[in-house]
């Protein structure tokens, strides 16, 4: 600061002595405006203190309300998980029904067209419709123990085995063994 004045007293004494006054009073004069044009008032800090604390507080909910969106989404996420489960039990339950349903109409339809098929092929070729219940305990048919059933065709004492169907995969899929 001290060069700072030795320095303006130099540049001032190189003005005539008549404008020495003139000049100082110019300098001051700017100098005092400087000052306030710069100046940094109790009210500015007072307005920056406000506008700090109003942003910390935004800052502070900001947190509060990311806490809590991040708790919903996990518990919408455990949620979804039991949504997935219980649809899972649900798709297992109806498959299950639909296959027991399938199962229980393919077998009335079965039982319908044997009867169909035993009245007309009675009736205009002297055929009788049977069917062959048994279960295989060793395992010879489907290489496991389980039910079999063949259906057959019966006239004047000769018995051909067919297969009776109301699924057309069963015949279509069908491969003859000897």
């Not at 039982?111 to 009736?123: C, K, Q, V």
């Not at 010879?140 to 004047?156: A, C, K, N, Y």
């Not at 018995?159 to 899929?173: D, L, M």
């Amino acid at each position: 600061m001290e060069k700072a004045k030795q320095r303006y007293t130099e540049l001032v004494e190189e003005f005539p002595i008549e404008l020495h006054k003139p000049v100082l009073r110019l300098v001051d004069a700017i100098m005092e405006w400087i000052k306030e044009e710069f100046a940094v008032r109790r009210e500015d800090f007072d307005e920056l203190r406000s506008a700090i604390a109003g942003l910390a507080q935004a800052q502070k909910r900001t947190e509060e309300h990311v806490g809590e969106l991040a708790q919903a989404q996990a518990r919408t996420e455990e949620r979804v998980e039991e949504l997935a489960q219980v649809q899972k039990r649900f798709e297992k339950h109806f498959d299950m029904q639909i296959g027991a349903l399938g199962s229980r109409w393919g077998l009335k339809a079965e039982e319908s067209f044997r009867a169909a098929a035993e009245g007309i092929l009675s009736e205009d070729f002297g055929l009788h419709v049977g069917r062959y219940l048994a279960y295989d305990e060793q395992g010879v048919v489907f290489g496991h123990p389980d039910q079999i059933e063949i259906d057959l065709l019966i006239r004047d004492g000769k018995t051909t085995a067919i297969e009776i169907s109301s699924n057309r995969s069963a015949i279509e899929n069908y491969t003859p063994t000897s």
